[in-house]
Structures are given as C-alpha cells and as structure tokens.
C-alpha cells in the first residue's frame, strides 16, 4: 500500500515561483521511482518529470530549465520546484509512483498573466 500527500500548489502571477511536495508512505518498491503529472482542463494529463531512485531525472521539454525534481528520502518526500511560471502551467499537479501505480490528490497550480 502507498499513500502519498501532495502540497505547496497555489496562486501566483507570471514569473513566480512555487514549490510543491508529495510525501510518500508506503513500501520502498513502489516509491523508488517517483514523478510528476500535470493536467488542465480540458487537455490530456502529461509527464511532467520523473526522478528515479538513484537521482537521474527527466523532464519535459516544455518545462526545461524552468523546473527542478528532487528528493528528500529522509523525509520520503519528491519536490517540484517551479520558477519563471507561466499561465500555461496553469494545472492540477499530481504526484505519482511509478512502479505501483499510486497518485496522490492533486494540488492547483494558477499562473496570472
């Protein structure tokens, strides 16, 4: 079983900045491999960025050099770090395993133009 918790979604004006957090509990199997999902109204749900156990990371072009994936596995947390927002990042963000399948609530991201 794996529960993970999402927070740090929120408003702001374009240009800012947000971090969001997922905090995972559960088996280390399913929680080694962890990423984050975007989805906004009307569109498709996409990769955003994954962060695997070893710290390789991965992330979509369209959020290149503007966003950060790390990891605290003391604290069994994966963040997002997002500068430079932009309206199109407006979306509900949602932390995900990889091997088990497991997502968490969501978080609303709204970037002002």
């Known amino acids: 079983q794996v529960q993970l918790v999402e927070s740090g979604g929120g408003s702001v004006q374009a240009g800012g900045s947000l971090r969001l957090s997922c905090q995972a509990f559960?088996?280390?199997?399913?929680?080694?491999?962890m990423s984050w999902y975007r989805q906004a109204p009307g569109k498709e749900r996409e990769l955003v960025s994954v962060i695997q156990g070893d710290g390789d990371t991965t992330y979509a072009d369209s959020v290149k050099g503007r966003f950060a994936i790390s990891r605290d596995n003391a604290k069994n947390t994966v963040y997002l770090q997002m500068n430079s927002l932009k309206p199109e990042d407006t979306a509900m963000y949602y932390c995900k395993t990889v091997r088990c399948h497991s997502w968490g609530q969501g978080t609303q991201v709204t970037v002002s133009s």
């Open positions: 559960g088996y280390t199997y399913c929680t080694y491999d």
